[in-house]
């Protein structure tokens, strides 16, 4: 039976996680019985940096609900210490790290140019359509307007086409999205295969550690931070094969804010320098960071959503659905808390997305431009859950 991930968005204190989940924490489902018995929790703090250990705090809050066995990942201190013993191969990663900053750079310059080529856009057609909003774009049917231009009038032809285009503009940032993760992920691929890190005995030893530590946990929290270092850190190792193969035997995961991203299909993060698309200092926009680990594909989650995104804004909804429509998009705050668990029933393994969080919900994004707020035990409809096959059947 597959371990249980249970996200969060940003929440203040990590002892208020452990207490909240401590029945949860106090059992075990993994098929290996020692790490049932041990019920050992792994803590990965590689986002605090330099603070990755100063987590007594959390071994208190753990030992408080009988769990004695406790460790952290250290992988923050333990690519400093392989930074220390070859200077030459850190220097390799350093400069592909500066490469991708810089493609990143191009990337995010174009990013900003896009969002500002449709928030004009948009206000062109609204100084003839005053009323339009961008999800009414986003729903016409250009196709079939295209099959029906001869029955427009002009001011109908300035609609289509004008949709047709801010469409195709929302094309182009997801374009440029795939575009930034295909070069980035060349370059990664590159470095592996040229530098010779994979054939070094200290990484190699330091690995296999690593992989040791997470497969002989029952649960793995991952706390969050800065968001680049824990994932450049997490993929450096590569570790992805590793954290897929502990949720396939029992672990479960507790994830927090940057924790809580790296196990997504992307990471979306926000660029502080940027705010072209809400017009506001406090609000940026969004960019794509990487590729994630994809423990799970079929939400996009947004952390911290309250603080980053004008939820009561239908625009900037129906832009968030859109911009990264391959998935849901689910908003996390401090005390939301999504559940992914995956069971059987009726001879069919299912996966269940629900939401456990007694005092806030979670918020997810439609391209209508309305916040659904899912409240404690109600169930995400997404495909290939129980749910959705119910649904569909009414």
């Not at 030992?63 to 004695?68: D, K, M, N, R, V």
């Not at 295209?146 to 182009?172: E, V």
């Not at 994830?255 to 406090?282: H, I, K, P, Q």
């Amino acid at each position: 039976m597959k371990g249980r991930i249970v996200f969060n968005g940003n929440i203040q204190l990590e002892q208020d996680f452990i207490h909240s989940f401590r029945e949860a924490l106090q059992s075990s489902h993994h098929q290996d019985p020692a790490v049932r018995d041990s019920r050992k929790t792994l803590l990965i703090t590689a986002a605090w940096q330099k603070r990755e250990h100063d987590e007594q705090h959390i071994r208190d809050a753990l030992h408080g609900i009988g769990l004695e066995q406790v460790e952290n990942l250290s992988i923050y201190h333990a690519f400093n210490q392989l930074r220390s013993a070859d200077a030459d191969l850190y220097q390799v990663y350093h400069t592909k790290q500066q490469v991708v900053q810089q493609v990143k750079l191009f990337y995010r310059e174009k990013n900003s140019g896009l969002i500002r080529i449709l928030q004009n856009q948009l206000r062109l057609l609204r100084e003839t359509f005053p009323a339009i909003s961008l999800a009414q774009v986003l729903a016409y049917d250009v196709d079939s307007g295209q099959k029906i231009l001869s029955d427009y009038n002009p001011w109908q032809l300035l609609y289509h086409y004008a949709c047709q285009d801010i469409q195709a503009s929302i094309g182009n940032l997801r374009e440029n999205d795939e575009r930034m993760l295909q070069v980035c992920h060349e370059i990664d691929n590159t470095f592996f295969a040229s530098s010779g890190v994979l054939q070094h005995p200290l990484y190699q030893q330091m690995r296999a550690q690593l992989a040791e530590r997470l497969l002989s946990a029952n649960s793995i929290f991952i706390f969050g931070g800065h968001v680049a270092v824990l994932f450049n850190r997490l993929n450096f190792f590569q570790l992805k094969d590793v954290f897929e193969e502990a949720l396939e035997r029992g672990s479960n995961f507790y994830t927090v804010s940057a924790g809580s991203m790296s196990l997504c299909d992307y990471l979306v993060v926000f660029d502080e320098t940027s705010n072209e698309w809400t017009g506001s200092s406090r609000m940026s926009d969004f960019e794509l960071f990487d590729k994630g680990f994809g423990l799970v594909t079929k939400i996009q989650l947004f952390p911290h959503c309250k603080d980053y995104i004008a939820m009561e804004d239908p625009d900037t909804v129906a832009y968030t659905a859109a911009r990264f429509h391959r998935s849901v998009c689910v908003g996390l705050d401090q005390r939301s808390f999504l559940q992914l668990e995956t069971y059987r029933h009726e001879e069919r393994e299912y996966e269940r997305f629900a939401s456990v969080g007694n005092h806030e919900g979670l918020y997810l994004f439609h391209t209508n431009g309305e916040v659904e707020i899912k409240h404690t035990g109600e169930e995400l409809l997404l495909p290939g859950t129980l749910a959705w096959e119910q649904h569909h059947r009414q």
